[in-house]
């Protein structure tokens, strides 16, 4: 395992991530904190536990200039030693409903009432639903920011990106139609650390008990 | 501050958090901790730093059980003593872009002539978004994760809920159209440890740089 130096707390990390804007070119990821990182991010919760995040991890040269040519050319791409598509699974109730539960009554941590009960619910609500790409996105954005609060923790720069042509990264990466294509997450080290661009205050972004009424409780005495 | 323990490392905090089930009715969350949680959810990344999330925070029993009305009437939303539903404002860029930028330039993280460019560039693509909803989505699901591990690594339990009747919750507590409802977050106690429901490994969610093809870099040694 690389020398990491002391594990961030959840505070620290979620304060001092920054969206990298300039990674090294010449300092690699080794795969065992690239392993960890995606198994981190995993760890995500999802509807049903279906866990329809999938990780497209792209690390050759070749295809690193690939997929910065479906970006706007932006240069993070080629630089970042690891690139990560983050897309998300439509269909992962038909193909992944099943081994999932067989994995949870395994584990003790359901009954198997319990598992055919959920694949009874399943089997009548998800194929009725008509916005699956929404469904998807959903857990798969929970496990991105998983995967950059891991990274940040483990002392791994990152970036998130949501500027690129969609139908191009997935054209070049065969990426089929029952897959959405999420963004893509940077993972690297930074060539210097980026300013803080400021966030709301609460008093912005929190409302009390109905839409539009004031937030009272004030701002956090500390974040770390 | 309410006694807390130790803070979780991100680690520690992802591998441990689970969807709580059963929250204690009798175990309130101190303010304190409350803003502390929405505050660290509130540094998650966002598209062009526009923030559009919106936590609107319900803790009165009797809004919970107007909440739970909507939620299929499960139990852990007036079980659990503060509920967030969590909104994703679309028009974020026509309002909150200025202030936004404002503060960048104040903090020293962009020059005036950056700022500038930034506002010419959102003028022109924002306005064309066809899809303002999965962009607001998209962050909103960012801020939401943050808030799940926030809450675990200062020992609150959390479950984030995605069934519930969007429409109906928009209705009784006044969210207008330019919003959506991304999901809804119960924080509070948990009244029992939730068993770990399992996951898929990385040769299950991850491909190496092409779709389908299989990945060869096999399981973390560790995750924690």
Redesign the interface.
């Known amino acids: 395992?690389e020398e990491q130096g002391r594990?961030?707390?959840?505070?620290e990390?979620?304060?001092n991530?920054r969206?990298t804007r300039r990674f090294d070119p010449n300092h690699p990821l080794s795969?065992?904190l690239?392993?960890?990182i995606?198994?981190?991010a995993?760890?995500?919760?999802s509807?049903t536990?279906l866990?329809p995040?999938?990780?497209?991890?792209?690390?050759?040269e070749k295809?690193r200039a690939r997929l910065r040519a479906c970006a706007f050319n932006q240069p993070k791409v080629t630089d970042a030693p690891v690139m990560v598509i983050v897309?998300g699974y439509k269909n992962a109730y038909e193909t992944?409903l099943e081994?999932?539960l067989a994995?949870?009554v395994?584990?003790?941590?359901?009954t198997t009432d319990g598992a055919a009960e959920v694949k009874a619910r399943v089997s009548r609500s998800f194929p009725n639903n008509p916005d699956l790409a929404?469904?998807a996105?959903?857990s798969s954005?929970?496990?991105?920011?998983?995967m950059?609060?891991?990274a940040?923790?483990?002392g791994v720069a990152s970036a998130?990106m949501?500027g690129f042509d969609h139908a191009r990264v997935k054209e070049e990466?065969?990426?089929?139609d029952d897959?959405i294509v999420?963004?893509l997450v940077a993972l690297g080290h930074a060539l210097a650390t980026d300013?803080?661009?400021?966030?709301?205050g609460?008093t912005e972004?929190?409302?009390?008990?109905?839409?539009?009424q004031p937030?009272t409780?004030?701002?956090?005495?500390?974040?770390l």
Not at 7 to 11: G, Q
Not at 217 to 223: A, D, F, K, S, W
């Open positions: 395992m594990v961030l707390t959840v505070p990390a979620l304060v991530r969206a795969d065992d690239l392993k960890r995606l198994g981190l995993a760890c995500a919760p509807s536990n866990q995040w999938r990780f497209l991890v792209v690390r050759t295809n897309l992944h081994p999932m994995n949870r395994e584990l003790g941590a359901m929404t469904w996105l959903r954005m929970l496990a991105s920011m998983s950059l609060v891991a940040e923790s483990l998130p949501e990466f065969g990426v089929p897959h999420c963004c300013p803080f661009p400021g966030r709301f609460l972004v929190c409302y009390e008990e109905h839409f539009g937030w409780l004030g701002e956090p005495e500390t974040l």
